[in-house]
Nanobody, 115 residues
Framework: QVQLVESGGGLVQPGGSLTLSCVTS????????MGWYRQPPGKKRELVVR???????NYADSAKGRFTLFRDDDKNALNLQMNSLQPNDTAVYYC?????????WGKGTLVIVSH
């Protein structure tokens, strides 16, 4: 059972930045894939960014140029640096991991972009 715990959400003004962190109970290199997803209010969950074991990183169009994914293997953490945040980035952000055919989700962290 892979455990994922997100942190770093909060209230930020438009144009601001936040860094989200997802700490996993497993070493990241043992996961087949890991990434960040989000669910805006009243909408379906959507991809933000993910990487696969082949070290391929896929960003959603909405994240390209503003968001950066980076790993801290010493802390088993997958971090998401988010810049130039806008109100439509408001969502619950979830961490997802895949290992040996199993899919695992964290409980999410809320990001609100507002004045």
């Amino acid at each position: 059972q892979v455990q994922l715990v997100e942190s770093g959400g909060g209230l930020v003004q438009p144009g601001g930045s936040l860094t989200l962190s997802c700490v996993t109970s497993e070493r990241i290199f043992t996961l087949n894939s890991m990434g960040w997803y989000r669910q805006p209010p009243g909408k379906k969950r959507e991809l933000v960014v993910r990487f696969t074991i082949l070290v391929r990183i896929n960003y959603a169009d909405s994240a390209k140029g503003r968001f950066t994914l980076f790993r801290d293997d010493d802390k088993n953490a997958l971090n998401l640096q988010m810049n130039s945040l806008q109100p439509n980035d408001t969502a619950v952000y979830y961490c997802r991991g895949i290992k040996n055919g199993g899919e695992y989700w964290g409980k999410g962290t809320l990001v609100i972009v507002s004045h």
